[in-house]
């Protein structure tokens, strides 16, 4: 059985519209490339991948299984990832984007923001997306749909590391191109604004999960 044949082709076509449909992964890297530059949304998004790599480990170990069919368990994680995703939400208003040189050279980054360090944006990455039960759906319902039995473990592995390959190629680009809109005089009260809207839009989706039902 050839490993790239359709069924992976499609799977690739999924996987691509999960990811780049809006939600609270683009949100974080919205909020913390206006806040803090670059570099900081590129160390979200590898959160992000790493919170997806614990996710496709549990769904082989049956966890995220166990988190679809449970209420209980469902509703913990639902609830907690409505408060971490608000938590960084009312943080996003509350904040102050530092101000941008007044040049940049051609690979100049912005400044990270003094209380956004290169660990604390991992580490909302990371949080985010471990605590986003839709983000194990996606490995407990999504992905066995196109795994068939007798699948190789080469395939299943390159599988992973595609979703995780366009994950971060999305988000990186994502995050750049948004650092990028804040720059300059009027970039600057325009990114500010942005992200009081990105806190709102936080806030708005831990809300939604916290209502959301399965």
Known sequence: MHVFDAR????????????????????LVTRNALLAGRRVASLTALGIGAGSVVWAVASVLGVAVLLEQSAVAFTVFKLAGAAYLCFLGLRALLARPHAQPRAYGATTSAPADSRLGDRSALWQGFVSNL???????????????????GDSALRLLL????????LLAWLNL???AISRAGRGAVGERVRALAARITGVVL???GLRLAVEQR
Request: negative net charge.
């Open 203 to 205: 806030i708005a989706l």
């Open 131 to 149: 605590l986003n039960p839709k983000a194990g759906a996606i490995f407990a319902t999504v992905l066995p749909q196109f795994v068939s039995p």
């Open 159 to 166: 599988m992973l590391l595609a979703y995780e390959a366009i």
């Open 174 to 176: 994502y995050g750049y």
């Open 8 to 27: 992976f082709a499609t799977y690739l076509a999924v996987a691509a519209l999960l990811i780049v449909t809006p939600g609270p992964d683009t949100a």
